[in-house]
């Protein structure tokens, strides 16, 4: 059985995307035009390797994705996403492989994030020996498999879970696999803070990030601007809730100051 190469369709396919000529490509490549014709033509059926690498590096795109997969049928969302940087072949996962730490018996630990560690967090959440530093902690009844991670909660856009909660969150790998409206810690670019949002992944390479406080309007952000989104699993708290008035009540005394005001 033959295999499909992409490599000539999808080298052109990117030159375009990029708006770029031949001539523009091919100096930008220090290949000669006729090289870069045949080569985007398929008249070379067998480029080289150190030509494949070039591609590679120039567009970001892994030689194995170049190769194996057509660029041009895959949507919008996705292409983007591997041409970001997200190519599975180049980083090894399909977004990064996670910093964790384990305990002795080699069990994945539960971090925490202390609020003073919210603007280092998003410097280092990638760092081994960051993450490392922070304070683990074991807890019970949560899912055998899956990454999760506390998070503390600042600020009244995450009403009505109370301010100075504890947000329990697990690791999302797949972004698409996730649920309209899913709430999550999500870990923005050049923001000193992370936000807990309802989560939507739309179809363009936009994520939409909605308030569980209804007076916060939402807004969309790019993909690319997203370092890190983590699933609400549970939130705990030490401030006791509010009695709420119970409606008879309310209407009981009602009556009674309607018996007692002067006719």
């Known amino acids: ?125 990638n760092d081994p020996e960051y993450i490392a530093g922070l304070p683990k902690y074991s807890l019970p009844n949560l899912p055998k498999t899956g990454t999760f991670r506390i998070f503390p909660t600042t600020g009244d856009s995450m009403l009505p879970i109370p301010e100075h909660s504890e947000v329990i969150a697990q690791y999302v790998e797949d972004w698409k696999s996730l649920k309209p409206d899913t709430p999550c810690i999500v870990i923005l670019k050049g923001q000193q803070d992370f936000v807990f949002k309802l989560v939507t992944v739309l179809e363009e390479g936009k994520i939409m990030l909605t308030s569980l406080n209804r007076n916060f309007e939402p807004y969309s952000v790019n993909s690319e601007d997203v370092l890190e989104v983590w699933k609400y699993h549970k939130h705990q708290t030490g401030t006791l809730p509010q009695e709420e008035t119970n409606l008879q009540e309310l209407k009981k005394l009602i009556l009674e100051l309607g018996t007692r005001l002067p006719a």
């Open 1 to 125: 059985m033959q295999a499909k190469i992409f490599f000539h369709n999808n080298i052109r396919f990117l030159r375009l995307r990029k708006k770029m000529s031949q001539e523009e490509l091919s100096a930008a490549l220090d290949l000669s035009r006729n090289k870069l014709q045949a080569l985007e033509s398929g008249k070379t059926i067998n480029p080289s390797a150190a030509d494949m690498v070039i591609f590679s590096e120039y567009f970001k795109v892994s030689v194995d994705s170049l190769l194996k997969v057509d660029l041009s049928k895959l949507g919008a969302f996705k292409l983007k996403e591997l041409l970001a940087g997200n190519d599975v072949y180049m980083t090894g996962s399909k977004i990064r492989v996670l910093a964790i730490t384990v305990d002795k018996d080699n069990r994945e630990n539960v971090e925490y994030v202390p609020v003073k560690a919210k603007a280092g967090y998003m410097a280092g959440y």
